[in-house]
């Protein structure tokens, strides 16, 4: 399974936050053994986003949008993720009567709070208000962190491919005098072979079987100066 | 003048690293008045990222690429980029003779540092050793955060745009009662109204006048919980 990520929101592309979001959905997606092909950040803007998210659909296995949840004029993703599957936005029941029984009355609520793409699935925001949605294989969640990682705890079974086991070796030889043992090391094991040059090089060693990337490292650490 | 950010590396997919490259960027293109449209992420692949280039390229004014530089197996972003404008890699001899004149002889070198798009602007590495590279509209930089800053400030100058102005108004409301306001500052004033919901709520009022961006503030402060 593989993935492509799209944060919205005008505030990451002129450097006022860091994009968090799409870190961590990484990470977790890894951990869950789904590659992550593509992030992509775009403005709030709803031609763009419906552009990309379009593009991905057709590219990738899964697409996951965060952000421009929410009443203000800015916040564009739910009709941008509708017109990308020539759907209409419109109020939506399921996430009304969510809302109603979590001490939400209609008039506490912002007009549009529940207006998502037509017959997608909502997703309730345990953290927040604004619910996200499913779109075919569009994930939709907002841009708050604390409520983007809940409700993609969620739904996070829905996302699984071929976990990989890692190790890390750390060696204190310049990367470059390394080159030759990282080609012998793909050659001999079912590895893929990352490299991380710092103050020592981190020498991460991935397979889908364990024994195998220990086998490696093990091949690894016995020649060259590791530390770890 | 508008631009595109592309930010290359596997370690960036799987959440390893967060993407501090990209903000940095956007946020100095920002500063001169140049409006990032889009950030992409992409794998070490030499065909997802000569596709990326070749589609920014097309579409904005501007394409930086940062990172998958050097001598390592996954390295490939200069033959990337180069296929991306049609062109080959080559050794380049202004990059050879920067880098001789600069203490690196020859054997020092890795294979292929040199090794640059044809017909490319060679860009010095003053905090490294792999040169960078501008083809036509795309300029290359190394990942490594350092290199990558020491570099950009030397072509920092061939970006340029309409600066802004830029006031924050940090007002004890929550975002939703602000609604109506936002819509008549637009109104009432050549601005952009940017919302930053959290403990208080960020209004980033940015115009090309100063003044006006003061103006707006003004008259935000003067109707609102207005904290600064």
New interface residues.
Partial sequence: MNAAIVTVG???????????N?????????DRGV?????????DDVG?IAQVVNEHHAAYDAVIVTGGL?????DVTMEAVAAAFGRTVEANEEAATWLASHGYSGEDL?EGTTHLPSGCRPLPNEAGVAPGAVVESAYVLPG?PAEMRAMFERIADEFEGTRTHTVVVEVAEP??AL?DR??TL?DRFDVR?????GERVRV?LSATEATEAERAAEWLRDRSDAVV
Same sequence: chains 1, 2.
């Fill in positions: 005008d505030e990451l592309l002129v450097g006022d936050t860091e994009n968090t799409a870190t961590w959905l990484c990470a977790r997606l890894a590659t992550v092909r593509r992030v992509s950040v775009v403005p763009e929410g009443p203000t004029h800015d912002d708050v990367e470059s080159l990282f080609e793909r072979v990352g490299s991380y040059p991460k």
